[in-house]
């Protein structure tokens, strides 16, 4: 294991090296002084084992996703102490500083990883043949291999458990057998997340920071006792718009310009554009220019190049999924892809839009799972939180709710399900003696199909329908599940690779009729994940409110991080 290592381990480490190190040497508080210009290859050694029993004695980071400690003593241990970094010309060295100088590109801070100061070193020839620049060298590549990997700091889907990504490519393997084959840039791409959003989002990075290099001025406000502004109405800054759109992509730059008699007005071909933009944010699409709009629009372009860094991170956070199908849904967005991994893929294969749970009370919780079957015509199953806060109260209104509804009883020490509600049954539900559920139909508020993906938080993807809300932009109003816009192209999508289930057959199974279960013969991984900025299948950049406030818990986590780091250095 690389992450979570056991103190047994680490002691037996500390033991190898106290009994190689010269005497006095174990007992050092700190690392030995650094080796002069010209200093002999038996001394150096001897300091490259003392910062490493140095770089295990110090406490693991909280914050970061693995454990290092050992990383230095496995790497040097294996070469008998020898420096890494010390070839003819420093090629090495000055391939790996490029590197770290390009993490920039992955939305990573090149700061991190000491790169001035290492290349300070590496030009000072005294410097650059000492232990403490040759360690330096490794800890900040093993660092970085490892950000790439898993991110740098532990992410909502991380247990008590080693991280599986960092057990199966060892940074430190990875980082001796790339000095040896001297392509450290193969190192770093195998480093990147597969999932193919990643490239998508670095390009939009690298698209937004050039943006974001151009004069920014922010758009007045919208004309005294104006709430919304709806086109063939005068607005001070339509120029501004103008220019803002077409920066941004969402108006074409040849579109023509409007005529003088127009000058002033906010037009229907702006309002087309900003339709676009809206499109993009999650706001209504319908090109009047309200408080959420006019905010979006007034979003400086360094604070969207922030949210591609953080959505960068967000997605290293994102275990390696094999090739093959994987249903994606990113909650803020309100958006599901259906992807194929593997070499040749086109992707996505179906995007669509999703209603996710409410930010005030039920929001959806990050998941990573596996889709195993789907329910045609199914029960719903109401959660107990539901029945407490919602059924109960309303069937001490109405003793007649159930039926209304479609729903039953179910008694949780076996019988028939109960329809008729009297005070003992409404006193047995609040004691939690039955469950409810809602029977299969046109009430039922599953729709016709349930994707299940056990889970301890019962969250799954179903339809609904209320076709009419995928309209609306911000859709966060579930209970916690994800309805799914379109239920028979993701069935399709599911069981690609069952000739039984034609589409024929999927879409009769889809109408009424009894509740019947279907597997999946091979399961389709499924990511749940949270991120303000993503590109999407066209490359529109997209950035979505902040609907459950996750960023600055991130920021947070980040600069905790980067604190300590400088620290450090």
Known sequence: MIVGKRSFRLSAIALALVVWLPQGAASAAAPAPVAAAGAPAAGIAAELRTLAISAAAVPTRGSRPYDERDWLARFYIARAYAPAWQDRGYKQASAALSLLQNAGVHGLAPAEYNVDGLARQLADPAQRTSARFDAGMTQAMLHYLADLRVGRVKSEYHTTLPDPRLTKTDPVEQLRAALLSQRLDQAVAASEPRIPLYRRVMATLASYRKLAEQPFAALPALPDGVKKLEPGAPYAGVATLRARLVQLGDLSASAAAEPPAKAGIYTEALAEGVKRFQSRHALNDDGVIGAGTLAALNVPLTRRVRQLELGLERLRWLPDFPDGRLIAVNLP?????????????????????????????????????????????????????????????????????????????????????????????????????????????????????????????????????????????????????????????????????????????????????????????????????????????????????????????????????????????
């Open 333 to 569: 967005s309100f958006r599901l892809w259906a992807l194929e991994l593997g070499p040749g893929a086109k992707n996505p294969l179906i995007e669509m839009r999703v209603i996710v749970g409410a930010s005030a009370k039920t929001p959806t919780p990050l998941f990573v799972g596996s889709m195993r079957y789907v329910e045609f015509n199914p029960y719903w199953n109401v959660p107990r939180s539901i029945e407490k806060g919602e059924i109960i109260p309303k069937l001490a209104r109405d003793p007649g709710y159930l039926s209304k509804n479609e729903m039953e009883l179910v008694p949780l020490g076996g019988g028939a399900p109960v329809s008729t509600v009297d005070a003992d049954v409404l006193d047995g539900l609040r004691a939690g003696q039955y469950r409810v559920r809602q029977r299969p139909g046109p009430r039922n508020a599953l729709g016709a199909v349930k994707f299940a993906m056990p889970n301890s938080d019962n969250i799954y993807l179903h339809s609904t329908s209320a076709q009419g809300l995928f309209k609306r932009g911000r859709r966060d109003l579930s209970h916690g599940c994800i309805r799914v816009e379109n239920p028979l192209g993701l069935a399709k999508f599911v069981f690609g690779d069952q000739p039984q289930m034609t589409p024929a057959t999927i879409d009769a199974l889809m109408k009424p009729a009894p509740m019947k279960t279907v597997g999946i013969k091979t399961p389709i991984p499924v990511v749940l994940f949270y991120s303000t900025a993503v590109t999407d299948r066209e490359g529109l950049a997209l950035f979505p409110e902040d609907v459950y406030k996750r960023d600055p818990a991130l920021e947070k986590m980040l600069k905790v991080r980067s604190d300590a780091i400088a620290l450090a250095h």
